[in-house]
């Protein structure tokens, strides 16, 4: 069994335990937990969020989950507002850079985090768990998105599903990339 492996199998039990979901023993911080993994593992680490979603139901039958993939979310979010199309034609004609400062303000990580508490409803949830982190860049970095969650989420806990690495620190997407420090979430498991 790989350390990857190890980490996953803990994942069920970790989330599905009272003083997670209750957020006991985080001294008033926000209840935001990060899973971060080796990018080359994306297919596995999918798969393993399907089964937990699967899980989920059989372990808490009363708990209320919501599945947020960054990536539809934002496909959605210009789709609403009738810039998807417009977006790809761009990058067609104009090439990567000229779509990127285009979307840009569609994508604000402020307008992107109201449209995940839209979509995801934490007060009406009990746990909102988020993937798609790698396939949302470079259009969202992820420590804007969470900096303009930590006032939208309540006490609904939230896990990232995050390609990459996260000392507790800073995140670093795909292990190459750092963002600016965000110290603001936990490690989901070790």
């Known amino acids: ?26 001294s008033g911080e926000i209840p935001f937990f990060a899973f971060d993994y080796d990018p080359k593992s994306e ?16 372990r808490r039958p009363d708990l209320r989950v919501a599945h947020v993939n960054l990536w539809a ?4 979010h210009l789709k609403e507002r ?17 779509t990127l400062r285009a979307l840009r303000a569609p994508l604000d990580s402020g307008r992107v985090a109201k449209a995940m508490i839209a979509a995801a409803s934490p007060a009406d949830h009990d746990l909102i768990i988020v993937s798609g982190v790698g396939a949302a860049y470079p259009l969202l970095r992820t420590h804007n998105l969470l900096n303009n969650l930590h006032s939208m989420m309540g006490s609904t806990p939230l896990v990232l599903f995050y ?4 000392d507790g620190q800073s995140l670093k997407l795909f292990g190459l990339l750092k963002d600016n420090p965000y110290y603001r979430a936990f490690r989901l498991v070790d």
């Open 1 to 26: 069994m790989t350390d990857l492996d190890e980490r996953l199998n803990k994942i069920l039990d970790r989330i599905t335990s009272e003083d997670f979901l209750s957020g006991r023993n985080l």
């Open 43 to 58: 297919l596995a680490v999918r798969e393993h969020i399907g089964f937990v979603l699967s899980q989920l139901n059989k």
């Open 73 to 76: 979310l934002l496909v959605d």
């Open 82 to 98: 009738g810039l998807f199309d417009k977006a790809i034609e761009m990058q067609r004609e104009k090439g990567d850079d000229a």
């Open 163 to 166: 390609p990459g690495k996260y």
